[in-house]
């Protein structure tokens, strides 16, 4: 695909891919939309209710029905307009300009402009958020040369760019309301002022959280939901009766365990949406500490991978949801995903691997004893993960120890102190491996102290020089080689185990509908959502 | 929120001939003793019936009791034998309850003992103490502890075991204020026995058996809050417990109970076990109120 | 009426010096609970960064530094000290908002569910304990103490799982959780309602937790006063069966019940952390259970230390009821 493709937005673009899709996504039949009605959805509670300067995965889900980016995902991860109507770039990569809706207002009634986003780029993205810093660190300027259209002046080529302007990646916050104060700490934070489908109207801590209908939203005649109720419903048994009862419609983030997952497969009463959080492209992965005895050679690291089994791991951690991981990028990014040559399950090899690297079995049976550990705010999934891979350890003579930590503990041992010889998590990859992947592999992110950067320590000057071309390059062909190659080493090199493709899913009532299909649909506006008449 | 609330103010009784026949006489005590045979025959001979390692992964996962007699009491949902499970987590759960309240009786009698014994200031300070543990939500303390320090067995026992002293401490202290003015203490005091020796051999022995009769209340206490650490998430991940069966099968209640259910079952019955056990040494040592 | 001047005097130092000795109890509790957080690895700022997705050792350092937490830790205790003296219980950073403000907002939830439970603890309670003893040694007697034994040894949590699949999922006359129908706009006795439908499950749950204590403490106070002297008179008098059992045993009983509610104000929050996360109830205990999950210092320390203080008050206050309740009770004396 050539370049200028990429760069073409325009409306329209996002449906050209739906048809393809899995049934069970709401576009089954077309249905008129009816006009009414609150969507009640549970979410796991969120902190505060913007985005724009933190990833939290709930806030999204929350605030981008109230604040919204310059573009949304359609199911290839291509950008469709959102606040940008459109967009192009220039010859040399350096110059994009995106051209803005001139009918969208502030909730508070102010006009949106290019103001807005010019100081959300600069002040916030850029300056505040975890990965707004890498993904508009070559932006030297913004220009507004009219209220409606914004052009950002880059040093070098960026595509990634493209790959995270939604409103979970880049949310534009009002100007007039933010500038001059303590981004941070701004009481709109928590009682956001948005130009969404839908406004916020209250919030009661530990309970739920109502958002009215805007009149006054760009589009005519959306949306089509009076309002939305979220619902924070700590236990998941409770959510899932909730749902069956008809308490609840909409459930998003994988909040019914996967496996409840077969009572809500009649299709006639129930939607399964597993497209929501391709954007995300998340990865259970175990990470090796390559500092440590036995684990710096690349043969114990290959033969520990070698050891599990991916596809058994999905069948029966995973009840069929998720696909077994081949490399550090996941398939749904197709753009870049490369199957290269993943280690196969193959215990025997294995343990061949581990007698070369002079790790033998004892008296007893065992080689050596290492620890793994995971956060105890991931999911129930992780932690059988961790019992699985335990058993798969024990066959080949591995005795492991399984340590689950609350968060805090968890990332003070394994990116602080780095106290630890595998570490399993749930990683979002994103569309764009300059983004996700290469934090975890670069030399350079090796940071004492900040998680989810290199915590495996591990380091290859020829890698690094890869992905840091990769990052720079500003033709799709050229960078989708050098990304590839970037896959295979680190396939070979194994410092990190991707053994499981999340698939993220969005349990509703048949009645709950949506006109558009998106990549990114847990962050999605819902201004084309409505519920069915009973 | 310890066993104190179940027993009956501190015997006096000094000495009790007949225990075990009173004991064996008193219907709490028997119900208790049968089922807590049933609980410790499980635990012991249950390995024999279904040898092997509670993680295996041996069968079709959820399989309800009785689908297959290989697995009598089912799988849970990855597929490990539930029978293997709760033996494995009979001998956990007891083991955990056995020495958290082995912890909470040592401290509880510690402390109780020198603030009876010492009285004034020492009884003063520690007394204070005593109350700042029974001021403090203990569960939310327990659940701070392990959460903090990493759940294992270890910090599980550790934090059981650390909440659960206050109402020893208490009991044991009423004791040594009556009996520390005895006769037979007052004696030996006379005749020269230093203050450890007089502890443990003459208030201490005459002290201990209310503190047992606490003690089975709180191993069923520190059951079932083992049980509650690991519905929280909290439990040991390289032991399988009741707690942990819990932990895991409880997102599965509505599709397999029975995961849940069953090890719930056993804390109940092990629980009731000691709580009757409890009740009846309780009874047994207080004659004044076997007399109604 | 020398004696009552001379027991105004002995109430007034008697809370003097309770008041006196309740500081060092709360001071222990500031102090115990931020030393256990101190020593633990980890801090609300790794938390804060884990959730944002990423962060530099820069931005954390100047997080750190924003909270305090740079500070030697002698230091920052004084300085919680000092607030909390100056009644200032911090700011939650993690929630964005004052402490106080988050627990005031979740106290109401917390107080309903508690009060419904032990008013049924307490009624059911009663009743069963009063019915038992004047059954003494009967088939209804031992009945009626196997199910308090039973109540008794069934894990809260559990009971509340078990209860959700019977009567919410498959049964569905209740709702799974939750406080209320939320944006169903319901108002006056629709509400009222409402949240009865609601707090039916999680109350009796909770209940259980207690029930077995008064059912056994109204049992036994009964069968001890029968023996005593006055109730003998009572009989002698002529009185009848029940007016002696109500009247006299039961009013007797009613001290130690008093004793019991305060000494089980301490393990309200406790019950309140299972129960609450079993039925989604918005209340203080799973503020509590989330503060613990996340590191968040300030607000884990208000709870305990805003729940110790009502524990202590509600001690006093119970105190103070014995010796109004029971003329025989000498304030002056120390509770064992």
Known sequence: MHRRDLMVGGLGLGLAALPTFEPGTALAQPVTPTRGGVAR???????????????TMNIGMVSSKILEGLVSYDLDLKPVPALAESWETSADGLRTTFRLRQNAKWHDGTPFTAADVRFSLLEVWKKLHPFGRAVFANVTEVETPDPYTVTVVLSAPALYLFNYINTYGAQILPRHIYEGTDILKNPANVAPIGTGPFRFKEWQRGSHLVLERNPDYWQAGKPYLDGIIFRFIPDAVARSVALEAGEIDVTIGSLIPVTSLRRFSDRAKYTINTDDGRFLASIFLAQIN?????????????????????????????????????????????????????????????EQLLDEAGLRRGADGKRFRINLVSGSGNSLESGRAGEF??????????????????????????????????????????????????????????????????????????????????????????????????????????????????????VSTARFRKERVQGDGMFAGLEDAWLAPR | MSGIALTAAPPAASDSPGLLRRLAGNRSAALGGVLLALVLGFAVVGPLLWPGDPWEMVAAPMLWPGEDMANPLGTDVMGRDLATGLVSGARVSLLIGLVATLIAATIGTLFGALGGFYGGRTDAVLMRVTELFQTVPTFVLAVVLVAVFRPSVTTAVLAIGIVSWPATARLVRAQFLVLRDREFVLAAETLGMSTPRLIL???????????????????????????????????DPNVMSWGTIIGGGREQLTEAWYVCGLPGIAIIVTVLAFNLLGEGLNDALNPHLQRR | MAGAAVKRRGLRSFLLRRLWQVV???????????????????????????????????????????????????VQFAHYIWNLVTLDLGFSFRQNMPVLELIMSRLPATLLLMLAALAIAVTLGSLIGVVAATRVRSWVDTLLSGFVLLTYAVPTFWLGLMAIVLFSAVLGWLPSGGMYTVGAGLTGFALVGDVLAHLLLPALTLSTFYLAVYARLVRSSMLEL???????????????????????????????????????????LSGAVLVETVFSWPGLGRLAFEAIRTRDLNLLLGILFFSSVVVVLVNLLVDLVYVLIDPRVDPTARRA
């Open chain 2, 201 to 235: 051999t003459q208030i201490l022995p005459n002290a201990l058996p209310p503190v047992i009769a606490m003690s089975t209340l709180t191993i069923a206490h520190a059951i079932q809050t083992e049980a509650a650490l690991s519905f929280l998430g909290l439990g």
């Open chain 1, 41 to 55: 959805i549970v979410v796991e509670e969120p902190p505060i209710l913007t985005s724009a300067f933190i990833t």
């Open chain 3, 226 to 268: 029968y023996g005593a002297d006055f109730i003998r008179t009572a009989r002698a008098k002529g009185a009848g069966e029940w007016r002696i059992t109500l009247v006299h045993a039961f009013r007797n009983a009613l001290l130690p019940m008093v004793t019991m509610l305060a000494y089980q104000s301490a393990s309200m």
């Open chain 1, 389 to 506: 891979i335990k058993q798969a350890f024990a066959r080949i003579g591995v005795d492991l120890e399984l340590i689950i930590e609350d968060s805090a503990a968890y990332l003070r041992r394994v990116y602080t102190d780095g106290d630890y010889d595998i570490m399993t998590s749930s990683l979002h990859k994103l569309p764009d491996p300059t983004l996700g992947v290469q934090r975890l592999y670069w030399t350079r992110n090796i940071v004492r102290g900040a998680p989810w950067t290199n915590g495996s320590g591990y380091s290859n000057p020829e890698l690094d020089r890869i992905m840091e071309a990769a990052a720079a390059e500003g033709d799709l062909a050229k960078r989708r080689d050098l990304v590839n190659r970037w896959q295979e080493i680190v396939q070979e090199d194994a410092p990190i185990l991707d053994l499981v493709e999340l698939t993220w899913t969005t």
């Open chain 1, 290 to 350: 390559v500092r440590r005895p036995h684990l710096g050679d690349k043969r114990v690291r290959q033969a520990l991978s070698h050891a599990i089994d991916r596809a058994g791991l999905v069948r029966l951690v995973w009840q069929g949801y998720g696909k077994p991981a081949t490399g550090p990028i996941p398939s749904s990014v197709t753009q870049y995903y490369h199957r290269g040559n993943p280690q196969a399950y193959d215990p025997r090899r294995a």
């Open chain 3, 24 to 74: 060092p109890v709360l001071f222990g509790i500031a102090a115990l609970n931020f030393l256990i957080l101190q020593v633990a690895p980890g801090d609300v700022v790794d938390v804060l960064a884990g959730e944002a997705g990423a962060a530099t050792p820069e931005y954390m350092a100047q997080l750190r530094a924003a909270f305090g937490l740079d500070q030697p830790v002698p």
